[in-house]
């Protein structure tokens, strides 16, 4: 090789030289301005000794002997802004990440004064899940290739985050759901309805308002709907989507007002009488037959079925034997029921065939004591 032949850089080398040439002005940039930092509080201090020099009196000698905790003046930072929390992943949940990445990015620019020290830490709260194993790709490719970033910027490191971490083709899916009728109010209140609405016209892109307020009147309670369609006053116009939005508000907040308005004026409905067990014993003798005179009035809570055919029954026919013709008892309990005279031949019969130690066909009527009765002795009806 000729020696005074000149090389001749390649991209790859001039994008290294490049590189290295941003990190060292970022070095110095950040060693100058440590150095105002430190002149600058040099200066606070010499302005503090001096203040004391030319005020004496003013400067404690002693320090306080009261125990209340001293209130710092405040000094117009404001307070720290919220971490992100650790991401896994999920494709519902990779937008908000990404916002909240940009607004502490937004509130802490000090803390970011180069590209990479923004991926970097957004790369930090990717722990699991798949965003894990994205960031171990991204770091992998960082080791094979010594010296270069996986992503030139945060822009760069944006774009690429979305394709892998933010649903596909949402615009798409927000503009098919509203030109159906799945987003329409329904049974929902009215503000989950407007939330859901607001969140697909943002997702759908629709920018003309026109458009907007027709695609939610439709999808509106209609008797909201109709209530902002014929007011006589302050009608909202049909181009401005925030004053729908407004009204369809005030009229629901209304509504509600007014329902509740008559359920406190409204009668409460008579409640039925109860009716109150009484004991059994009661009954039986509000019904007794043979001692009414113990009969218990009612109380007025109570309520017993009348019966309305006792006063007319009569009293009871007393019972009367058919063997004896006596009254006050049956012929199963008839004192005479073994009189052999008032047996009826099937009792008769059944009589003689218990006696087992002579044969039935051997005793005779006379031997047990029969004797044909008379004619005035046969009873009517006891044949």
Not at 79 to 89: C, Q, T, V, W
Not at 186 to 208: H, I, N, P, W
Request: net charge negative; aromatic share 10%; hydrophobic share 30%.
């Amino acid at each position: 090789m000729n020696p005074t032949h000149q090389h001749t850089p390649t991209p790859e080398e001039l994008r290294l030289a490049a590189v290295e040439q941003a990190l060292i002005d970022s070095e110095a940039r950040e060693i100058e301005t440590k150095n105002q930092f430190a002149a600058l509080l040099s200066g606070f201090r010499q302005l503090e000794l001096l203040m004391r020099e030319l005020n004496p009196a003013n400067t404690p000698k002693t320090p306080p002997t009261d125990t209340t905790p001293v209130r710092l003046a405040p000094t117009g930072r404001p307070p720290p802004p919220a971490l992100p929390s650790e991401y896994d992943g999920d494709r519902m949940k990779g937008q908000a990440f990404l916002t909240s990445c940009q607004t502490y990015m937004r509130l802490c620019p000090d803390s970011f004064p180069e590209e990479q020290t923004k991926i970097t830490w957004a790369l930090s709260y990717m722990k699991s899940g798949r965003a894990a194993k994205w960031a171990e790709r991204v770091f992998y490719w960082e080791e094979k290739n010594p010296g270069y970033s996986k992503f030139l910027d945060w822009d760069e490191f944006r774009n690429e985050f979305r394709k892998d971490f933010c649903p596909a083709h949402s615009d798409v899916a927000a503009i098919n759901k509203l030109e159906s009728t799945t987003y329409y109010q329904k049974s929902r209140s009215l503000d989950d309805y407007l939330d859901e609405f607001v969140e697909l016209v943002a997702e759908a892109g629709y920018t003309d308002p026109k458009v907007v307020v027709v695609k939610f009147r439709k999808g509106l309670d209609p008797q909201i709907q109709n209530t902002i369609a014929t007011m006589a006053y302050g009608r909202p116009s049909d181009a401005s989507p925030e004053n729908w939005y407004e009204a369809a508000k005030n009229v629901d907040q209304n509504r509600a007002a007014n329902e509740a308005f008559k359920s406190s004026y409204r009668a409460p409905a008579p409640t039925p009488a109860r009716l109150t067990s009484i004991p059994l014993r009661l009954v039986q003798q509000s019904h007794s037959r043979e001692t009414p005179s113990t009969y218990v009035r009612p109380t007025p809570n109570i309520s017993i079925p009348a019966d309305v055919d006792f006063g007319r029954k009569k009293d009871p026919t007393p019972i009367t034997c058919y063997r004896c013709h006596q009254p006050g008892h049956k012929a199963p309990d008839c004192p005479s029921r073994f009189d052999i005279r008032l047996l009826t031949n099937e009792e008769l019969e059944n009589e003689l065939m218990n006696r087992r130690d002579v044969p039935p066909a051997e005793i005779s009527l006379t031997e047990i004591g029969f004797e044909a009765p008379k004619e005035e002795d046969f009873v009517q009806g006891n044949e």
